[in-house]
């Protein structure tokens, strides 16, 4: 089993405010373009889409993809490209994962659904998705685009393949560990490696995506065991009142680890199992960053130590 003692230091990560600003700037650019075609009557998608942007968020695949591409020698606005991309992406998934828990908050304000309806959220999310591909439109070099939209529409379907079967859980028998991995994967491990895996494509190192992606699906497990510990008792209220003939036998129909593993009876106690699964995962991922070309990794070495502290400080 690895340990903190078996990975290479790599130096701090810095990506500077500036460029998270032009970040912010781009993407809010593009999905404000939209009212260009009838500005008399604002559209409320864009409304919707401007004020879920607004609200914050750690633009954790908007650092990955600056600092990937730093170190791998883009010039400043291409990396910004495709971290304007990454989290438009990212943040259309948001809408319509909202949308689909019916969660009433994110970020600490109403979600889109709650506050515009859910006809808006969905033309808020598909918004933000088609303005994804407009912000990678503008990368300067052309003749890589054709590769760079192809990967990005794979991880894409990745993420749709993962969020379908999330809906899919109601109707199971009970989640096993595999499905949420699986699950997991397919969410949030795509769109997380995407930020590295274009800043590779885009400089020809894309032998290295493999890598990239095994060390993102790493961390999106130890970031979704986390993110579960968090959430435990809203997920076990959810899912006994969405599922409460299965959930007396004692099988979660809803992707949360805890619960999947209370319903294991080899399992003595579901949340330090948990927390181990997380730590184990997110020093995999901190270990296979560090083999990344140029240290395009550092980004997430640095996020995957961070969580791996946050993680072990709720045993």
């Keep these: 089993m690895q340990t903190l003692a078996d990975l290479r230091p790599v130096p701090a990560v810095r990506v500077t405010r500036q460029s998270l600003i032009a970040v912010e700037r781009q993407m809010l650019a593009i999905v404000r373009s939209s009212n260009d075609f009838d500005s008399f009557a604002p559209c409320q998608a864009v409304a919707a889409a401007s004020y879920h942007l607004g609200s914050g968020g750690q633009r954790v695949r908007a650092r990955l993809a600056l600092h990937a591409g ?26 319509h994962d909202d949308l689909h828990d019916r969660d009433i908050q994110r970020r ?6 709650y506050k515009f309806g ?8 598909d918004l933000l998705l088609s303005a994804s591909y407009v912000a990678l439109s503008q990368f300067d070099r052309v003749a890589r685009l054709p590769e760079l939209f ?14 379908c079967t999330e809906l899919r859980a109601p109707m199971l028998s009970g989640m096993n560990i595999d499905d949420f991995k ?30 990239a992606r095994q060390a993102a699906e790493s961390f999106a497990i130890g970031y979704q065991i986390y993110d579960d510990l968090l959430d435990v008792e809203r997920d076990a209220a959810r899912d006994a009142v969405k599922n409460p003939d299965q959930n007396h036998h004692g099988n979660s129909s809803v992707c949360n680890i805890v619960l999947i593993l209370q319903s294991d009876p080899a ?22 960053s560090t ?6 990794g550092g980004a997430l070495h640095s996020m995957a130590m961070q969580l791996h502290e946050k993680l072990r400080n709720l045993k």
Aim: glycine residues 8%; hydrophobic residues 50%.
């Design 70 to 95: 730093s170190s791998l020698g883009l010039v400043p606005e291409d990396s910004q490209t495709l971290a304007a991309a990454c989290e438009l992406l990212h943040n259309a998934s948001l809408i």
């Design 108 to 113: 600490g304000q109403p979600s889109v659904w």
């Design 118 to 125: 859910d006809d808006v959220a969905i033309c808020a999310g």
């Design 150 to 163: 192809a990967l990005m529409h794979s991880r894409v379907a990745g993420a749709v393949r993962g969020q």
């Design 182 to 211: 699986k699950i997991a994967l397919a969410k949030s491990g795509a769109l997380l490696s995407l930020p590295t895996e274009l800043a590779l494509l885009a400089t020809g190192n894309s032998h290295a995506s493999s890598q």
């Design 267 to 288: 399992c003595a106690n579901a949340r330090d199992a948990a927390v181990e699964i997380g730590l184990q995962h997110l020093l995999l991922a901190a270990s296979a």
């Design 291 to 296: 083999a990344l070309p140029s240290l395009s």
